[in-house]
């Protein structure tokens, strides 16, 4: 059984506008999104070449290692703390984070988790030659030695490069009743108990959710669940194909050429260059000629079974589908394992920031990716991938594109594509855009909450 983007017989005899130009629009819609994606990947691997002479913080890294401060807490209290339950822990560290400012920062971790401050030579045999880390070496042995004071610009370059790392490396320099520590390990505990929660209840949630994926599976093939998204001719796929280009090229272009020549401008301002990308796309396909009704079919504007409805069957289908988010999981977790790469994403480095910034971040993640971003992928690129594949291959596809345009680097593809693939797969199945946005804000504002409460 398979499901095609085919014209029915009632399309052929309808009477419709010709499109005009509609392969070559095609053609070129498929090389700009080609070169949009090849730009993206590029710059992604340019930024990684030059990361070493910017350290920034870890923010996966800080997460395992106050989850393991935390634990070490936990234990102690327990009377069951044991050096050896930390060496499981510093080794997949080992793994996922090879580079020389993540092997500082474990020499940092170690130190607290054995009670032994790392020794000056021990660290600069870590760091090797990289002459800021030798900096960064430099100064924590200054901190050793006398406490530096918040104001001191030493430690406030340390604090920028390692995050909370350096406050964990500033914490074994204190007394054990400092309040300043107590605070550094307060944190840790509060995120090991939350880490906990979120893995006790995503377990039973994945349980839940690979019942319904059987049942979802079970349904499908005894032909009481269909997928009800309305055949579109390949003409209107093309169109839908070229306003997603048009989306995809103001994208890049518009934001990068405004932080050329409007650096001084706030961060606001390019995002509302981001929406004219958006309304640009959005509009495409009725200026070439496709009629609004068929335009919004199309895309999945419209209420479906009613909202409230949808909004259920977004939630039952992401439950459902998070066995292939687990699956997606999984192969990420050994990406970073061969490789090193470890995926983290710009935003987690907002919920350090003001309130403001992290309303701003929840927001940007929990609200306008899910809107903005389904009407682009699941509005537009799916069905028009669709309209000229089989509708599996334009699924794959799709989500390739989702992933890799995403900044979590190569580790997180595999993940993001099983996501991607749930929403499509939502599309599919309620024809309307609400399921799946739904399920997008779903995650996304669970992943808010969990670095919210952390």
């Known amino acids: 059984m398979h499901f095609r ?17 509609s392969r070559l629009g095609l053609v070129i819609a498929c090389a700009a999104i080609i070169g949009c994606v090849g730009y993206i990947l590029y710059a992604n691997g340019s930024s990684d070449e030059d990361k070493d002479s910017k350290i920034r913080p870890n923010r996966v890294f800080e997460m395992a290692s106050r989850y393991a401060v ?14 050896a339950l930390m ?42 030659t ?16 006398a406490p530096l004071p918040a104001t001191d610009e030493r430690w406030v370059k340390l604090q920028k490069r390692h995050g909370w790392m350096a406050e964990l490396a500033r914490a074994q320099t ?40 059987v049942l979802a599976i079970l349904r499908w093939r005894d032909g009481s669940l269909k997928f009800t998204m309305p055949p579109i001719t390949r003409p209107h796929g093309g169109l839908l194909m070229e306003g997603f280009a048009v989306y995809m090229t103001l994208f890049l272009i518009l934001p990068s050429a405004s932080r050329y020549l409007f650096a001084d401008m706030p ?54 589908c998070l066995p292939l988010l687990v699956l997606g999981m999984i192969a990420a977790s050994l990406i970073t394992k061969l490789t090193g790469a470890t995926p983290t994403h710009p935003i987690m480095d907002d919920f350090s920031g003001s309130l403001g910034v992290k309303i ?57 594509m099983a996501l991607a693939s749930a929403f499509s797969l939502l599309r599919m199945w309620r024809e309307s855009l609400i ?20």
Request: with cysteine; aromatic share 10%.
């Open 174 to 213: 204190l007394p054990k009743e400092d309040a300043d520590r107590r605070i550094v390990m307060q944190q840790a505990m509060r995120t090991t108990v939350v880490m906990v929660m979120f893995g006790l209840l995503g377990f039973i949630a994945a349980v839940g959710g690979l019942v319904l994926f």
């Open 267 to 320: 961060r606001l301002f390019h995002y509302g260059l981001a929406f004219v990308a958006l309304g640009a796309g959005f509009i495409w396909p009725l200026w070439r000629g496709m009629q609004r009704a068929e335009w919004r079919m199309a895309l999945g504007l419209h209420r479906g079974q009613g909202m409230l409805r949808e909004m259920g069957a977004g939630v039952l289908g992401w439950l459902a």
């Open 130 to 145: 990289e002459a800021s880390l030798l900096q960064d070496v430099a100064t924590l042995g200054q901190m050793k030695s």
């Open 70 to 83: 935390g634990l070490k807490a936990f234990t102690q209290m327990g009377g069951t703390w044991n050096v």
């Open 435 to 454: 399921a799946p946005m739904t399920a997008h804000a779903l995650n996304n504002g669970l992943l808010c909450a969990l670095m919210l409460s952390m």
């Open 360 to 416: 701003g971040a929840v927001l940007l993640a929990a609200v306008w990716a899910p809107i903005s971003e389904e009407i682009m992928f699941r509005g537009f690129l799916f069905p028009g991938l669709s309209a000229w594949l089989r509708w599996f291959l334009g699924m794959l596809v799709g989500a390739f594109i989702f992933a890799v345009i995403h900044p979590q680097g190569w580790a997180g593809v595999p993940a993001i």
């Open 5 to 21: 983007m085919i014209e029915t017989p009632h399309e052929l005899t309808e009477s419709k506008p010709e499109i005009r130009h």
């Open 87 to 128: 060496e499981p822990i510093l080794q997949d560290l080992k793994k996922m984070s090879p580079h020389q400012e993540d092997a500082l920062r474990r020499e940092i971790l170690k130190g607290w988790l054995t009670d032994q401050w790392p020794s000056e030579l021990q660290l600069t045999a870590t760091v090797g």
